[in-house]
């Protein structure tokens, strides 16, 4: 579904369903350079589980148009404007990485439009190193392959995907790499940026889940502490043997995890 | 900038995809030889027909041991993903009917695998698929025949019978001005001595019966998708662009992005066509494909003394390896194929067809038969086996003389592939009436 937000054409994907005023709407945020794709089989699932399910590519990623956004708040103002234009009253919100950001903020600062928040492969702070800051910079391949390397556990850098025949590691290289120039800077510029996370996080109200991969190297479990008890009464899974890329990595125990929330 | 290493190639042909079994700890990849899967519950169930969770159904759609197989040469070509099928042509087949149907049309390069050139000169045309065929050494003659209901454009790397080495960058480059893929089949080179997609293809096919197994015990094929192209941007592939009405209006590029030609080759062309592979041939592959680079160094070793020992022999009037001075290709090869031009060549005798047919009775080492690529060197004389129905002059237009004889060089010690030789040639002498 295209839609018009701020001037800019905005994509969301529903399962090709139209948005119902009576169902429950969850919507799901990618992280950095990536679109509505990594969520393809959870958005199938909890359509097809009497849910409204908008996927979104945020601005100037996949079929969504405009300039990537600065930063996170804006990008929450963004999100809550979609919710506006599709009048949706309020929402569950699931993040991956930026996204789980972006979720949290929505949470935080518009705590009524906000039902619950299940954040993936989250930390806060969120910060990036100069070096991947750096390539992204410079639209170097380095970062597509920095994120991509640490992106998932060390065993998934052999795959071993539940997903029959897709090599995950390819996919996910392809997805940065359809990216648009400065894309990804912007993106992991406002995570790094992103100071006031754990303040924000202590606004939470609604139900929150965190799903964090036991080996993730970018946003570890160790580093997840401050948010963990900034949130009132997050619940909290650890999936064992995933990375970062949990969608990818764990689908089917991520999946069992978001029902925790949803 | 320098980014973090990716594993290996030799690394990944013995890990990519494979984890230590889950329930048994195993280190090999078991056999999963199961038709078909349980379903904890019905909601479960409900989740893996329709696309929500990872796992398995039946083993026509999706297996445990072929997903190893498919992750692995995914990994190795540097792909988005792949699928097993029951032979090299099934895998052919399912690229072609999941990218277009009847009024399409595909530009070819001439100097095809007979079995592929027979599926695209005989039998699709019966499905209203056509194919013009073009000579691989010439880029601007796949873009004269590409017409406005063209789907594809494929070749081999090397090509059959003269080694054709295709200019993967020249070709692909015409392909993507007009809106096409490039796939070619890299049967005879595998990822040791190619990697295509860096060079441009967008689709590998493989018969893995060859050079990945290596030891002849298996048919099979794979089907490779870089996830490069821009399937959308063409706008010439409604399969994966526009509502499938055999999956409740999926859209591929919608829902899968780059992997999208790879997920509706699954979800629909292995479905109804079921040229799927045998989960116990996943595991023989795997086998093969383990000693991949060891096996392919040694083959092109072999190869390289063989050839360079047919040079000085005074019955032998050519040579056709592209690494050779006098080869057309020898150039364009010591570009894109550094590593070795495989181990398959053909080489012409004088004293024509007599003679050709006493080499091959007279060798004991080489073993007589129709196949490629095995650990085991093998033989045979076109003009009296596989082309036999062409008379000299149908020969000659194919590249192939009466004495000309194909080997696929194995991994046995080179002096006695050398000495086996000798002995064909003193018996394809006397049949030639010489006194050699």
């Known amino acids: ?262 | 900038m320098a980014g973090p290493d990716y594993p290996g190639l030799d690394t990944l042909a013995l890990h990519a995809g494979a984890q230590p079994d889950p329930a048994t700890g195993a280190r090999a990849t078991p056999i999963y030889q199961s038709a078909s899967f349980c379903f904890p519950d019905s909601d479960y169930a409900a989740s893996l027909f329709n696309i929500e969770r990872a796992g398995h159904v039946y083993s026509r759609l999706s297996n445990p041991t072929n997903a190893v197989l498919e992750e692995r040469i995914a990994a190795l070509e540097g792909g988005v993903g792949a699928i097993a099928t029951a032979s090299g042509q099934a895998a052919l087949h399912l690229a072609i009917i999941t990218l277009m149907g009847a009024g399409s049309h595909i530009v070819a390069s001439a100097a095809l695998y007979g079995g592929s050139h027979n599926l695209l000169a005989y039998t699709l045309p019966r499905f209203g698929i056509e194919t013009t065929f073009v000579d691989p050494r010439d880029p601007q003659a796949f873009a004269n025949a590409i017409q406005d209901n063209t789907r594809l454009v494929f070749g081999e790397t090397l090509g059959n019978p003269s080694l054709d080495v295709l200019n993967i960058p020249a070709i692909a480059e015409v392909a993507h001005a007009a809106g096409l893929p490039l796939m070619v089949d890299s049967t005879t080179t595998t990822p040791y001595l190619i990697k295509p997609f860096e060079l441009g293809a967008d689709i590998i096919q493989h018969s893995a019966t060859k050079f990945l197994s290596g030891h002849g015990i298996v048919i099979g094929g794979l089907l490779v998708d870089s996830g490069q192209f821009d399937w959308e941007a063409s706008g010439k592939f409604p399969t994966l662009s526009e509502p499938y009405e055999g999956f409740h209006n999926l859209i591929f590029t919608e829902e899968f992005g780059p992997a999208a030609m790879i997920q509706r080759a699954r979800k629909e062309g292995l479905r109804d066509f079921g040229a799927c592979m045998a989960p116990t041939s996943a595991f023989h592959i795997l086998q093969g494909i383990e000693t991949l680079s060891v096996r392919m160094s040694r083959h092109v070793e072999n190869t390289r003394t063989i050839t360079s020992f047919l040079l000085e022999q005074e019955q032998v009037t050519r040579v056709g390896y592209p690494e050779l001075e006098g080869h057309p290709d020898q150039a364009l090869a010591t570009e894109l194929l550094p590593n070795g031009c495989g181990a398959v060549f053909s080489f012409d005798l004088a004293g024509g067809r007599e003679a050709g047919i006493a080499f091959v009775d007279a060798l004991s080492v080489f073993s007589h038969l129709a196949n490629i690529g095995d650990a085991k060197s093998l033989v045979i004389h076109p003009a009296s086996t596989t082309h036999h129905r062409m008379d000299a002059e149908a020969l000659a237009a194919g590249g192939i003389g009466e004495g000309t004889i194909r080997l696929s060089i194995g991994l046995e010690d080179p002096k006695d592939l050398i000495a086996d030789l000798k002995q064909g040639l003193r018996a394809a002498g006397k049949a030639a009436g010489g006194s050699r």
């Open chain 1, 1 to 262: 579904m295209r839609i018009e937000v701020n001037g800019e054409t905005a994509y969301c994907y529903t399962n090709s369903r139209e948005i119902e005023a009576d169902k429950p709407t969850v919507v799901f945020i990618h992280g950095s350079g990536m679109d509505h794709t990594v969520w393809t089989l959870a958005s199938r699932h909890f359509a097809r589980h009497g849910n409204n399910v908008v996927s979104l590519d945020l601005p100037g990623h996949g079929r969504s148009t405009g300039s990537p956004l600065a930063t996170v708040e804006e990008m929450a103002s963004w999100v809550i404007a979609v919710l506006d234009v599709l009048d949706i009253s309020h929402a569950a919100l699931v993040g991956h990485s930026l996204g789980s950001l972006i979720a949290l903020e929505c949470a935080a600062s518009h705590s009524e439009r906000v039902r619950a928040i299940a954040l993936v492969g989250t930390t806060s702070p969120m910060p990036v190193s100069d070096a991947i800051l750096n390539a992204a910079e410079a639209d170097d391949h380095a970062a597509f392959d920095m994120l991509t390397q640490w992106g998932f556990s060390k065993r998934h850098q052999f795959g071993g995907n539940r997903n029959s025949g897709i090599w995950m590691i390819g996919n996910t290289l392809r997805l940065y790499e359809r990216s648009g120039p400065g894309v990804l800077f912007h993106d992991m510029r406002a995570c790094n940026e992103y100071a006031s996370g754990t303040d924000q996080a202590s606004k939470v109200t609604c139900p929150a889940l965190l799903i964090l991969g036991a080996e993730d190297r970018l946003t570890p479990v160790r580093s997840t502490r401050a948010l963990q008890e900034a949130i009132p009464s997050p619940v909290v899974e650890v999936l064992p043997g995933a990375g970062h890329t949990i969608m990818v990595e764990a689908p089917n125990a991520m999946l069992d995890a978001l029902h925790k929330v949803l």
